[in-house]
């Protein structure tokens, strides 16, 4: 099926320093998503993203990240400064429409801030 | 509390038998989605329903949305269907997916 490439599968850094988590969504799709899941727990919404836009944003989503994809390359999150709450397995996801259309997940970054 | 509520939250499988999955929705769930998370951490698609029922192999599932449920039923379990089952349901905030908690299905040894 539709594959989601996510770079890295891990990665760890100390408190207080910026983290790029990036996505290489489904080549069609035009709307790309990020949620967090904590220690196996349920997977929560972040914020999703359309046409160069944040368009829904979750509580989750706090100042300190932000979303891009800049021509069309890497769907990008950005941590900047991380916490140490901060870590947990982040999963990005792409679908061809809003609504109706079905979801595809990438493998996920676990993020470990130390 | 929950708005896409799970059960049951474990589950043993033993090879050959028949499993039953169910989740709750306290939103006006429009859609449901069925993943499986493998023991790597992937997810992997399973169902993507509108009202009704799809099957895939020994696969089963049902959307009820006005009796807001989703069920998952596992025909002839396999060792590879062990991992965590979780839904999720369109409908809740905004075009987001709300997942449920996840069941654990772990095999059981004979």
């Known amino acids: 099926g539709p594959k989601v490439l996510q770079i890295p599968s891990h990665q760890i850094i100390d408190m207080g320093q910026m983290v790029t988590l990036n996505c290489d969504p489904v080549?069609?799709?035009?709307?790309f998503y990020w949620y967090k899941q904590i220690l196996g727990q349920q997977m929560e919404f972040l914020v999703n993203?359309?046409?160069?836009?944040?368009?829904?944003k979750s509580k989750l989503f706090k100042d300190q990240f932000s979303v891009e994809r800049p021509d069309g390359s890497y769907f990008t999150l950005k941590i900047q400064p991380t916490a140490l709450e901060d870590s947990a397995v982040y999963f990005c996801?792409?679908?061809?429409?809003?609504?109706?259309?079905?979801?595809?997940f990438g493998s996920g970054t676990r993020l470990t801030v130390l | 509390g929950d708005k896409v509520k799970q059960s049951p939250s474990a589950l043993s499988l033993q090879e050959g038998t028949n499993s039953a999955l169910r989740c709750n929705f306290s939103?006006?769930?429009?859609?449901v989605q069925w993943f499986l998370q493998n023991p790597r951490g992937s997810l992997i698609n399973l169902f993507y329903?509108?009202?009704g029922t799809k099957e895939n192999g020994r696969l089963k599932s049902a959307f009820d949305s006005k009796e807001s449920y989703s069920t998952l039923h596992i025909r002839d379990a396999q060792l590879e269907d062990s991992g965590t089952y979780f839904c999720?349901?369109?409908?809740?905030?905004?075009?987001?997916?709300?997942f449920g908690s996840g069941t654990k299905v772990i095999p059981c040894l004979p």
């Open positions: 080549s069609n799709h035009l709307y």
């Open positions: 996801a792409s679908s061809l429409g809003l609504g109706a259309e079905t979801l595809y």
């Open positions: 939103i006006a769930a429009t859609t």
């Open positions: 993203f359309y046409n160069g836009k944040v368009m829904e």
């Open positions: 329903l509108v009202p």
């Open positions: 999720a349901a369109e409908g809740g905030f905004a075009s987001a997916l709300t």
